[in-house]
């Protein structure tokens, strides 16, 4: 079974600029969250979609986004750039449902730097 | 509110030799608590879960974890390092609620020494 795929891995932007990440998750899998990894605060959660809907909501500012699609694949998106969204972004994928709690896989992350 | 911590930022030990990664826990309800490791710029890989029965969880790679409730800690444990076990280890803790959630310990850099 493919693994939790995100595109794409590496990505240079300006202050100011929007970006989309992407994340395709393991198949079967219909939850998908995404967290943001800096050296400073290291692993802080963005947010988790199920079945299109975000179901929880990390403490990050509104120009944060994501959505799911109907495959559950997912997207993020960061509007207006600054300097301090550089960071590794993970996307982990579970299962779900009255057995669990289930594990979270992770992708590769897309690394984001900001100058 | 849920929280894990890890209070050391970094482990050193020769090879061979077993190795613990310590981490504790605050949680109210029951703690759903998860090992994963970190090799340089990659993801992270899931080693172990705790979710209930057993104190002591095994996982992935050899690795194995003890679950203490009076002293809220689930350290990771291994009793014979390898090199390749150098690598930074998070402890998380699920949060509360429907979610999956995850809450990270600042995590520890494992040095395995030849």
């Known amino acids: 079974k493919a693994g939790v795929t995100q595109t794409p891995r590496y990505l240079i932007k300006t202050r100011g600029q929007q970006v989309t990440l992407s994340c395709s998750p393991i198949?079967?899998?219909?939850?998908v969250s995404w967290y943001q990894q800096t050296p400073g605060q290291g692993l802080q959660f963005l947010f988790e979609y199920f079945s299109e809907t975000q179901r929880n909501k990390g403490n990050f500012p509104g120009r944060f986004s994501g959505r799911q699609f109907s495959n559950s694949r997912s997207e993020m998106n960061v509007s207006t750039l600054e300097l301090g969204d550089s960071a590794l972004y993970l996307c982990?994928?579970?299962?779900?449902?009255?057995?669990?709690?289930?594990?979270?896989?992770f992708g590769p992350g897309t690394r984001l730097t900001v100058t | 509110a849920q929280s894990v911590a890890q209070p050391e930022d970094q482990v050193n030990v020769a090879e061979g030799n077993p190795l613990t990664v310590k981490c504790t826990y605050s949680?109210?309800?029951?703690?759903?608590l998860f090992w994963y490791v970190q090799y340089p710029n990659r993801g992270l890989q899931f080693l172990l879960k705790y979710i209930t029965g057993d104190n002591l969880v095994k996982g992935s790679y050899g690795f194995e974890a003890e679950f203490n409730k009076s002293q809220t800690s689930f350290h990771l444990k291994k009793p014979s390092a390898l090199v390749s076990d150098s690598a930074l280890y998070f402890c998380?803790?699920?949060?509360?609620?429907?979610?999956?959630?995850?809450?990270f310990g600042t995590g520890t850099l494992l040095a395995v020494q030849p």
């Open positions: 982990a994928s579970s299962l779900t449902g009255a057995v669990g709690p289930y594990e979270q896989y």
């Open positions: 949680v109210s309800g029951n703690p759903y």
């Open positions: 998380a803790v699920r949060d509360g609620g429907a979610t999956n959630k995850l809450i």
């Open positions: 198949s079967g899998h219909r939850s």
